[in-house]
């Protein structure tokens, strides 16, 4: 068996005979020497491997080299081809975080375009034609939009890269030495491990836990107050709910407890909305506007949840406290470019239009059981009905719910309609794999042996996608 796999090795070609045949040399001209020698190099190590492994044997071999030019153009495309690419969610989960959060509208990436391929004046005024500050382009808007919370006080705006970035700016500036205090049943853990304990240690700030998991009151936060105590912390379980004998303080009884002993109150919204979540049927999730109106100091929020718009961690809060945080050195470590500005700016602008349509988050959000239901139909009868193989793949529409994901209102669902899928003689698992793998990957819930369809977080456009792929499923 050795000396067989040996005589296999000494027939594979050599990377330089596999570059001189005449197709390989033409993808050289097209791609570069070494973009396709490292496809050559991949496709002679497959090879071996399939020696080695015992899977290739002397016909195989032959057949395999005869096609070697062809293999090594189909390496070569796969590794000059994006990685990151675009997917169907069909998984009615709004803001799925392994799916990219928010989709950004298409106002928004009209103004990306603009702003990415030419110069922009990110940080010049056109006016006086001196040096300016980025901040400006999107916090003249949060202005306008959190106005009303501006009793007795001036509300400004700056942004980050993401929301555990604003909390660590905002503790670093507020507490750095000091100490803040927090409930224990508030010390969440964000995703990818990522803990507010770990994010508040890093600050340079000292955690003071009150309370215990369930019930924490008022004057727990109270007693714990010193000469060391720099900021009060309110961090809004938004991943999950706790039940049953609990207690929580107020955001009014936090504020009045700040105001008395002169210590800023700061709230971690996580995913933070600027709209009343009610009108879509999503309850006990407060907007920034709620949390300033109360009297909150700074209140912390990301940019790709609720709010639909690009990764980034917003502060709204105090002038005077938001002036600190942008003076901080970290601020400049942590700060986004023209890119995100871009996007955040014309997803504002369309908040200040009442333009809520145009947000996809928002848009999904408001769609009725019935109107996903319609599209539902339409795709199984119209695009679908004629043209599937009879008694194989079986498709049928059913009650469900939608979930807001990222992190966002946990107890929320949307009711909705799923179409659910099964086959003869594949498996769901195997159905939502061939979905996975289609040219445009479908992304779809696999529950109870079926696998579940929710149009509510798919594109109308790309209700044509999913019926092809369905199509080719056999």
Do not use: W
Not at 3 to 16: A, M, T
Not at 45 to 74: F, K, P, Q, V, W
């Amino acid at each position: 068996m050795k000396s067989v796999k040996s005589d296999l090795y000494r027939e594979l070609p050599s990377i330089d005979e596999s570059l001189r045949t005449p197709c390989v040399s033409a993808l050289i001209a097209a791609q570069g020497n070494a973009a396709v020698t490292d496809a050559a190099r991949a496709v002679i190590a497959g090879l071996r491997n399939e020696i080695t492994s015992g899977l290739l044997d002397r016909a195989g071999l032959r057949l395999a080299i005869d096609g070697i030019a062809g293999a090594i153009e189909t390496q070569l495309r796969r590794s000059l081809a994006h990685s990151l690419r675009p997917v169907i969610n069909a998984t009615g989960v709004i803001l799925h975080t392994n799916l990219g959060r928010a989709p950004l509208s298409a106002l928004a990436m009209d103004q990306l375009r603009e702003t990415a391929i030419a110069y922009s004046n990110l940080e010049c005024d056109i006016e006086t034609g001196e040096r300016g500050k980025r901040d400006v382009h999107v916090d003249r808007l949060f202005r306008k939009l959190l106005a009303e919370s501006q009793a007795g006080g001036d509300v400004s705006t700056i942004v980050v890269n993401n929301n555990a970035a604003a909390v660590l700016l905002a503790l670093n500036t507020l507490a750095d030495g000091g100490e803040v205090i927090v409930s224990r049943g508030e010390l969440v853990e964000i995703g990818g491990s990522f803990r507010i304990p770990d994010v508040m240690g890093k600050s340079g700030a000292v955690l003071c836990e009150v309370g215990t998991t369930n019930r924490t009151r008022v004057s727990d936060y109270e007693n714990a107050i010193s000469e060391r105590t720099r900021v009060l912390l309110r961090v809004h379980r938004s991943n999950f709910e706790i039940t049953g004998f609990t207690e929580q303080p107020s955001t009014e009884e936090l504020v009045k407890l700040a105001r008395k002993r002169n210590v800023p109150l700061m709230e971690d919204l996580g995913s933070g909305a600027l709209v009343d979540l009610q009108n879509f049927g999503i309850n006990g999730e407060p907007s920034v506007l709620d949390s300033l109106r109360a009297g909150v100091d700074v209140v912390t929020y990301s940019g790709d949840k609720l709010l639909g718009g690009p990764q980034a961690g917003l502060l709204s809060g105090r002038s005077d406290l938001i002036a600190k945080m942008r003076a901080n050195s970290l601020f400049r470590a942590l700060r986004v470019d023209k890119l995100t500005y871009a996007t955040l700016e014309a997803t504002l602008l369309a908040y200040i239009k009442h333009s809520y349509e145009e947000i996809p988050t928002l848009k999904m959000m408001s769609l009725s059981k019935a109107e996903i239901d319609a599209r539902a139909q339409a795709l199984v009868e119209t695009q679908l009905a004629a043209s599937l193989p009879p008694r194989r793949l079986k498709l049928e529409i059913v009650d469900g719910e939608s979930v807001i994901g990222g992190g966002a209102a946990p107890s929320s669902v949307l009711p909705t309609r799923l179409l659910a899928v099964t086959h003869d003689a594949l498996s769901a698992n195997e159905i939502a794999t061939r979905l996975r793998n289609s040219d445009l990957p479908i992304i779809a819930r696999v529950e109870d042996a079926r696998v579940l369809l929710d149009l509510r977080t798919v594109f109308p456009d790309q209700d044509a996608t999913i019926a092809e792929a369905l199509r080719r499923i056999h």
